[in-house]
């Protein structure tokens, strides 16, 4: 299953809300687990996932009745799960479960249990769980058929679901603007290399029962794919930020050459500081704007997100970083003018590393998109000693979902728009071709600056010259511009840029990075 497809059939079926009018099966009984139960625990698990590391992988992709594997997209969308059998529906607890209909991309089975005192019983397929208004007929489906993946509701809103788990190892949440936007995975395999992406698949989920006053939901998961086996228990908190307690116990069955944890997947196709795709009529297409870093030594990053013309790989060093993750900072409609699928309400998912991640580099791959279909954007932590095959591989990190990020620099500024364009003086002959970068800054102490404070832009280019250089306040107080123009020499190799303001040595601002691709030698225009 292609990235495309994924993402493309998660961002529709996890948004099915109420059901279609029309004739729905009868509900006869509620999502419940049946058959004996059998002892569980996360240990089971972790054991169990370290087993099956040692038998060679089996791929179930495709054990499906024909029926399912050739329904078209508007058939398998007829697929709505009926509300009212919802897993713990008739209880008072504060959380319900609904289930997602496997066919189409969705061909490989995923067992859900339910766990209640220690005991794990899985739910048994049953047609009466959903309904169906599609043309093409379905069949007899078998008791044993299983799941395409599940999402989570909340009693402040049983209509609208927190989080989705669907599709290979995808799952995604809201905060409380109540909006879908980028997702996270539980392992990226091998991705932005010049081979084909391993994509590992949750193969089963184990549904912890909350008791009627937890306000938590426990989720254990085991990750199976050709080159790793894993546990996995996510911890999810509601609220202002949904809140994700992540645990995870990898065992490789073999080598991999470059391997992700804690991956975060997006989509930008066209913003402010990047328009090579802009014919939409829309200003702005994107999920995310930037990647946000905050380094083990404490450095503060900014690196606002590209659509490039190839795929373009950025490693960025670090010893035990203290977080990063996928932003969408800049949430004013009148910027992107979606009435429809609302940018400007797209969460953010901030990771947050527990424990020791030693050495390693947050990387960030993004990728050729034409259109908003496809999620061409992904960051995770590549560690430095590759992942051992035969051993135990624990991580654990904190996974926060919201519009903004659970923290922030304290006393610095930080990028909230880049701009870029042609360079060079406005009413001037223009004698070479430059480039021109507009950064803006609020927060911090800017506010508290007088006008005539003397902010210096500290700028760098790994090539070329930088001229034209200024800083200034912004009207209304709403904080600094920095701009410069770079000049390229005669390479199309991409130029790292570093900026940040300081005020005397005391840096006032995050450091604001980037990657600029110039164009050939031919084709700079000087107008």
Same mark, same amino acid.
């Given at each position: ?338 009435? *429809? ?7 953010? &998912?901030? #990771?947050? %590393?527990?424990?020791?991640?030693? @050495? =390693?580099? +947050? ?80 927060? *911090? ?7 005539? &404070?003397? #902010?210096? %832009?500290?700028?760098?280019?790994? @090539? =070329?010259? +930088? ?61």
């Amino acid at each position: 299953m292609d990235r495309r497809s994924v993402m493309k059939t998660l961002a529709a079926a996890a948004g099915m809300g109420a059901l279609p009018a029309g004739l729905l099966l009868a509900p006869l009984t509620r999502a419940e687990p049946r058959g004996s139960a059998t002892p569980f625990s996360y240990a089971w698990l972790k054991g169990h996932a370290r087993s099956l590391s040692r038998q060679p992988y089996v791929s179930h992709e495709g054990e499906l009745p024909p029926s399912l594997k050739t329904l078209s997209w508007d058939d398998y969308q007829a697929i709505r799960f009926n509300a009212d059998q919802a897993l713990w529906k008739d209880s008072d607890g504060a959380f319900q479960v609904q289930l997602f209909h496997l066919g189409l991309y969705f061909q490989a089975p995923v067992r859900i249990y339910q766990v209640e005192d220690g005991k794990a019983r899985e739910l048994a397929y049953d047609p009466d769980y959903f309904s169906y208004e599609g043309e093409q007929p379905l069949g007899e489906l078998p008791a044993d058929l299983g799941f395409a993946g599940f999402r989570v509701h909340f009693h402040t809103n049983f209509k609208l679901d927190l989080a989705a788990f669907l599709g290979a190892s995808y799952f995604r949440a809201v905060g409380d603007e109540m909006q879908y936007g980028l997702s996270a995975r539980g392992l990226a395999i091998n991705t932005g290399m010049n081979r084909e992406e391993e994509f590992p698949r949750f193969s089963a989920f184990w549904l912890e029962k909350p008791a009627s006053d937890d306000d938590r939901l426990v989720v254990h998961a085991l990750l199976d794919s050709p080159s790793v086996t894993g546990a996995y228990a996510f911890t999810l908190h509601p609220g202002k930020h949904m809140v994700m307690e992540v645990d995870a116990a990898l065992y490789p069955r073999q080598a991999i050459d470059r391997i992700g944890i804690a991956p975060l997947t997006s989509m930008y196709q066209v913003g402010e500081n990047h328009r090579r795709m802009g014919y939409d009529w829309r200003p702005e297409i994107h999920d995310s704007d930037g990647l946000a870093l905050w380094s083990g030594a404490g450095e503060w990053i900014w690196r606002p997100l590209v659509n490039p013309v190839g795929v373009r790989v950025n490693s960025f060093l670090d010893e035990n970083p203290r977080g990063f993750g996928l932003l969408q900072r800049d949430r004013d409609f009148e910027h992107y003018q979606d009435d *429809g699928v609302f940018y400007d309400r797209r969460p953010g &998912a901030w #990771v947050e %590393p527990r424990g020791d991640w030693g @050495r =390693g580099a +947050v990387m960030l791959v993004e990728i050729p998109t034409v259109d908003e279909t496809f999620d061409n954007i992904v960051a995770f932590w590549n560690p430095e000693r590759p992942l051992e095959p035969g051993q135990e591989h624990l991580f654990s990190y904190r996974l926060t979902w919201g519009g903004e990020p659970p923290v922030a620099p304290r006393q610095l500024a930080t990028a909230r728009a880049t701009r870029t364009g042609l360079g060079g003086v406005v009413g001037q002959q223009r004698e070479y071709f430059s480039w021109r970068f507009a950064v803006d800054f609020a927060g *911090g102490a800017l506010n508290m600056l007088a006008e005539d &404070a003397g #902010v210096v %832009p500290v700028i760098s280019a790994s @090539r =070329g010259r +930088v001229e034209i250089t200024s800083a200034r306040p912004l009207p209304g107080g709403r904080g600094y511009r920095a701009m410069f123009d770079l000049v390229p020499d005669e390479s199309t190799e991409p130029v790292d840029l570093r900026l940040y303001l300081r005020l005397g040595e005391q840096p006032l601002t995050e450091t604001w990075v980037y990657q600029y691709t110039p164009p050939a030698v031919g084709e700079r225009t000087l107008y």
